[in-house]
T-cell receptor, first 113, second 114 residues
Framework: NAGVTQTPKFQVLKTGQSMTLQCAQD?????MYWYRQDPGMGLRLIYYSASEGTTDKGEVPNGYNVSRLNKREFSLRLESAAPSQTSVYFC????????????FGPGTRLTVL | AQSVAQPEDQVNVAEGNPLTVKCTYS??????LFWYVQYPNRGLQFLLK??????LVKGSYGFEAEFNKSQTSFHLKKPSALVSDSALYFCAVRAPSGTYKYIFGTGTRLKVLA
């Protein structure tokens, strides 16, 4: 099993450009999450999907959109990138959102110039 | 509102000595508590969790954590540190009802010195 995979691993954008970060899991998990990690701030939840067909805002959703394409895939879109979105982005999944631990992908390092 | 605090940015310990990484939380009701570890340029890996029951939880790689409800703490411990334990450690909390949102602490960098 590959677990949680993310593409791309690295990306450099110019201000105003758009892009989509892809995430897929092969563990048949119901819940999926997008986080950003910034120095000194830990991980902050951007959006999550409790189950296929549902998405909800997390702590820092502004400037992002998500799509739960099917049970396996959960994408994150930046419509108009800003320098403040320079960060490392992690996708995660869990069996459900309750007592279950999360499994994380390797991350995408995004720089917005 | 729920929150997690990791009061130490960095903890240094000599190899073979016991280690403690501190975590305190604030949440309504009985919390679900988690510890994760992050090695350089990697995603987070689950170490252990407390849901209910025995206050002492054992996890991966010889780590354990003690849930203390009166002090609202969930400190991570290991009896004998290894150099390979050097990494970034995150505590996370989730309220048991309603939201699926996890709140992560800011992380503590553990450095084990040979």
């Amino acid at each position: 099993n590959a677990g949680v995979t993310q593409t791309p691993k690295f990306q450099v954008l110019k201000t105003g450009q758009s892009m989509t970060l892809q995430c897929a899991q092969d563990m048949n998990h119901n819940s999926m999450y997008w986080y950003r990690q910034d120095p000194g701030m830990g991980l902050r939840l951007i959006y999550y999907s409790a189950s296929e067909g549902t998405t909800d805002k997390g702590e820092v959703p502004n400037g992002y959109n998500v799509s739960r394409l099917n049970k396996r895939e959960f994408s994150l879109r930046l419509e108009s990138a800003a320098p403040s979105q320079t960060s490392v982005y992690f996708c995660a999944s869990s069996v459900s959102g309750g007592r279950d631990e999360q499994f994380f992908g390797p991350g995408t390092r995004l720089t917005v110039l | 509102a729920q929150s997690v605090a990791q009061p130490e940015d960095q903890v240094n310990v000599a190899e073979g000595n016991p280690l403690t990484v501190k975590c305190t939380y604030s949440v309504s009701g009985n919390p679900y508590l988690f510890w994760y570890v992050q090695y350089p340029n990697r995603g987070l890996q689950f170490l252990l969790k407390y849901i209910t029951g025995d206050n002492l939880v054992k996890g991966s790689y010889g780590f354990e954590a003690e849930f203390n409800k009166s002090q609202t703490s969930f400190h991570l411990k290991k009896p004998s540190a290894l150099v390979s334990d050097s990494a970034l450690y995150f505590c996370a909390v989730r309220a048991p009802s309603g939201t699926y949102k996890y709140i992560f602490g800011t992380g503590t960098r553990l450095k084990v010195l040979a």
